[in-house]
């Protein structure tokens, strides 16, 4: 996932920055990750992603304002529970 001599992660975020801020505050929220030496800030956990990720999301704050200021529900969601309920395959 992150070749020899390459500062660059071979895998790569492919939705929006604010799908992408809007799972990982999810996750951050829920304590889905924990830091092993420390505690896990939430600017920590952004920084780490978005450098494996290959992503920038400029201001992470600003865009989380914006998801959270939203009317409707985050479409983002809906996708993935529609994604997850097509899963068929279970090793």
């Known amino acids: 996932m992150f070749p020899a001599g390459s500062s660059e ?3 790569r975020w492919t939705k929006s ?15 889905a990750f924990n ?3 420390s505690t896990l800030t939430f600017n920590d956990l952004i ?3 978005c450098w494996s990720m290959g992503i920038d999301v400029g ?3 600003g865009t989380l304002k914006a998801v ?6 985050t479409p983002f969601f809906d ?7 097509r899963i ?3 090793p």
Do not use: G
């Open 9 to 11: 992660p071979l895998l």
């Open 17 to 31: 920055k604010a799908e992408f801020m809007t799972l990982i505050s999810a996750l951050h929220e829920i304590k």
């Open 35 to 37: 830091r092993i030496d």
């Open 47 to 49: 920084e780490y992603l």
């Open 59 to 61: 201001d992470p704050h």
């Open 68 to 73: 959270k200021n939203r009317k409707n529900s």
């Open 79 to 85: 996708e993935l529970e529609s994604a997850f309920k």
């Open 88 to 90: 068929k395959y279970v």
